[in-house]
């Protein structure tokens, strides 16, 4: 048995084979610290990631991973997952229930953030919760402080972002529109 395991590592069998559930759960109550019990986050700057779609997890764990995308937490933290932990844990966290953060704003903000963002609903829908496609995220009810830090992300030329189409929409915003848009979403349930 034991030959066979060495085999089998030597191979590179092994290392192909997904991550256990149990492994995944462990791993995964680890991210509850900084994204809320279940990927439902409380803190304003932190991102819900609880049924976010398993593709956009696992792209953007993989570009924090590889250096494509920054991030000070992130990048430092995922470099230590096999891309199997992280394919199990976009799994895992998709399938859990989107549970929006519903912001109050005034009926001033709805109307500039409606007016502001319709360069966004090709890809994000008119409220940011009907996504195009499975790599892009759900905005509506998503954290507006971590919105508006995101796209100061996207705004800023030494900053690694990948989504060439995100980076174009962000940096067309007037500099106080961000904070508009960003309120905007974070006030929508669906």
């Known amino acids: 048995m034991r030959l066979h395991c060495i085999a089998l590592i030597a191979t590179g069998v092994l290392t192909t084979l997904p991550a256990s559930a149990a492994d995944v759960e462990t791993i995964a109550r680890s991210c509850n610290n900084c994204h809320g019990t279940g990927g439902v986050s409380v803190g304003h700057s ?57 912001q109050q704003v005034s009926a001033d903000v709805l109307k500039k953030g409606k007016a502001v963002t319709d360069a966004c609903e090709t890809c994000h829908g008119a409220t940011g919760g009907q996504p195009d496609d499975a790599d892009t995220p759900m905005l509506a009810g ?21 989504h060439k189409k995100m980076i174009k929409n962000a940096r067309k915003l007037e500099a106080g529109d961000v904070e508009i848009a960003a309120q905007y979403y974070g006030a929508q349930s669906k």
């Open 46 to 102: 932190m991102p819900s990631i609880a049924g976010l779609s398993e593709s956009y997890l696992k792209n953007i764990m993989m570009q924090w991973k590889s250096g494509e995308r920054a991030s000070a937490n992130m990048t430092r933290l995922i470099k230590g997952y096999t891309d199997e932990e992280i394919a199990g844990l976009a799994r895992h966290f998709s399938q859990q229930k989107w549970t929006p953060a519903v």
């Open 142 to 162: 998503q954290w507006a402080k971590y919105m508006e830090l995101e796209l100061m992300k996207y705004r800023d030329e030494n900053f690694k972002m990948t």
